[in-house]
């Protein structure tokens, strides 16, 4: 599966060094100079210098054949533009827009947007939603693959583990913690406490692993 991801701050960067992780083919683009500089030695051909706005950028991003294309720009409008050109120009088969003002969700699915992500939104239905132990809600769905949500109960066996020493399902990958109202990304020496709201990048089949692991 081939994903464009525009716009390489801190939710693009981490969404892409995710999947790039898991094998997926990744173009992350990327318009400030600087930022692109940098990212450049992390992740090669993988980071296109551009503005995803501009069809001449999306076209040498691969758009003409990508599967999915998130934009993650920290303007709503950047992100509109984008996906509606990437419907439009390159029939691309699925669109997902970060969403930074959560009044313009409805405006987004009207002019077909695929799919919307609020992170205020979500963060805040995280943290006011009392879940169930086990509790597993996809938050973001690909073709594949999705990002779910599962919150990690009292006595689970995993609590004070490193994440290195985890066995997790295949092709699973563990993003990010919410605890106490602050979003942490994990990394392979991080901890998980009780009551962690872990986000997790998994497919179908490694759902009910995960669900039996936590």
Excluded: W
């Excluded at 939104?121 to 006011?128: D, E, K, Q, T, V």
């Excluded at 092709?171 to 942490?184: G, K, M, Y």
Aim: hydrophobic content about 45%.
């Amino acid at each position: 599966m081939f994903i464009i991801i525009a716009g390489a701050g801190r939710v693009g960067y981490n969404l892409a060094k995710g999947l790039l992780a898991e094998g997926y083919e990744v173009a992350l683009v990327e318009k400030d100079k600087s930022r692109y500089q940098i990212l450049d030695d992390e992740f090669g051909e993988s980071v296109i210098y551009g503005d995803a706005s501009d069809t001449y950028t999306l076209k040498q991003a691969g758009a003409n054949r990508c599967d999915i294309l998130v934009a993650t720009a920290g303007n709503d409008e950047d992100n509109l533009v984008i996906c509606q050109m990437a419907k439009i120009i390159y029939m691309t088969p699925k669109t997902i827009a970060r969403v930074n003002d959560p009044k313009n969700e409805a405006l987004f699915t009207k002019l077909g947007i695929d799919q919307t992500v609020n992170t205020t939104n979500m963060i805040s239905a995280l943290i006011g939603h009392k879940v169930g132990t086990g509790f597993l809600a996809e938050l973001l769905s690909f073709q594949n693959a999705e990002i779910v949500q599962i919150e990690v109960p009292e006595g689970s066996e995993i609590i004070g583990k490193p994440i290195k020493d985890l066995t997790l399902p295949k092709d699973t990958l563990l993003i990010a913690s919410i605890r106490n109202e602050q979003v942490l990304v994990l990394k392979g020496d991080s901890t998980i406490l009780a009551n962690d709201s872990l986000i997790a990048l998994t497919n179908k089949a490694g759902e009910e692993a995960l669900r039996k692991l936590i």
